[in-house]
């Protein structure tokens, strides 16, 4: 056998990139009507999703009722702005809530709305820690309500045609994930999300751990070990370096970020099968085209859409089949907290400086 010192691959024929339904899913029949408590920055692309997409958002709410009035100018000038979420949760018309808080006060929020019968589409990450998301998941089965997580990720068009790859059996059993991140978050400067001191992994990483754990189709992760360090001169308190090693029973998912990256950001998204292997490299959040590398030859998928607002749209959509089809979405809130956990698991072990099992 000759030595391939160099490492250079074959040369490979090229060839049409297989068609997924990577798109945000929608119910057949009429949506239905929406309520929005919490109507902070974010949530100018929940509504700008919701809209495109002929949803009817009726009612809003947030502490400041300033907000809640100008997002209901700027986006649905028919609906009417709740005085507290007391009054939007009487509405017998609203059956969905979109609960868009900062996680403090998320957990008390969804168990009134699950109280008062409500559908609920939760901001990430779902609960602070699993004890309060397995008593919020178990409160909302007994009441026959659904809570979905907004895990947006999942429908941004690149990691949703990747998802559907990994699924169709294209690559075959995956063996290995990697990501690597490098952009500028420096703008939490002065906001709240600077009084999260694992920004990286609770905040922001989980979209890429919850999509790393769904290449692995269901697989429990057995161990994750993490790191996080401070970047020269960064100028906010929570550490912008982060990295993660997740071992799953047959593979690993390694994760690195750099949110105090000022030039040339990328994301870098790789998954290893044994029949083949999937590349996504583009801007953050931002990737329009998936490599296809199997023994067939090489394609290139070229991807229509964006994570704002498909991944809103996604989320929410999600849901709303689910209440249609009296089914279980695919971001429940009982499956979010195996990503919950493993992030929970990634600070835990950032913080010892060992790997910490699941």
Avoid at 87 to 105: C, F, N, Q, S, Y
Avoid at 286 to 312: E, K, N, R
């Amino acid at each position: 056998m000759s030595k391939n010192y160099d490492l250079k691959a074959a040369a490979a024929a090229e060839i049409l990139a297989p068609v997924f339904p990577y798109g945000p899913p929608s119910p057949q029949g009429p949506a239905p009507k929406i309520g929005l408590i919490g109507c902070g920055g974010i949530t100018e692309h929940h509504l700008k999703a919701y809209l495109a997409a002929g949803w009817d958002v009726a009612a809003m709410y947030d502490a400041n009722p300033e907000a809640a009035e100008k997002r209901r100018r700027e986006f649905y000038p028919q609906a009417r702005v709740c005085s507290s979420v007391a009054e939007m949760l009487e509405d017998g018309e609203i059956k969905v809530v979109d609960i868009a808080t900062h996680p403090k006060v998320r957990a008390e929020l969804i168990e009134q709305a699950v109280a008062a019968g409500k559908h609920i589409l939760s901001q990430k990450p779902f609960a602070a820690d699993l004890a309060t998301g397995e008593r919020l998941v178990s409160l909302a089965r007994e009441a026959g309500v659904k809570i979905a997580v907004n895990q947006n990720g999942r429908w941004a068009p690149y990691f949703s045609y990747l998802r559907h790859a990994v699924r169709s059996g294209l690559i075959g059993e995956v063996g290995s994930v990697h990501m690597v991140l490098n952009w500028d978050h420096t703008w939490t400067a002065g906001t709240p999300f600077e009084d999260i001191h694992h920004l990286m992994l609770y905040d922001f990483g989980i979209h890429w751990i919850d999509a790393a754990r769904s290449f692995f189709q269901g697989a429990d992760a057995s161990s994750v070990s993490a790191t996080l360090a401070r970047f020269p001169g960064q100028p906010i308190q929570p550490p912008l370096l982060a990295s993660a090693a997740i071992t799953f029973p047959n593979g690993m998912a390694t994760l690195a970020f750099n949110g105090c990256s000022r030039f040339g950001a990328r994301e870098t998204c790789t998954i290893i099968g044994t029949k083949g292997t999937l590349h996504a490299v583009g801007d953050i959040c931002g990737i329009s085209a998936v490599g296809i590398h199997t023994a067939a030859g090489v394609a290139t998928a070229q991807l229509d859409g964006s994570w704002f607002p498909d991944g809103f749209r996604g989320c929410m959509g999600e849901l709303l089949c689910a209440i249609e089809e009296n089914g279980e979405p695919e971001n429940s809130a009982a499956d979010n907290l195996k990503s919950l956990a493993l992030v929970l698991a990634a600070m835990k072990s950032a913080d010892e400086g060992v790997p910490v099992g699941l």
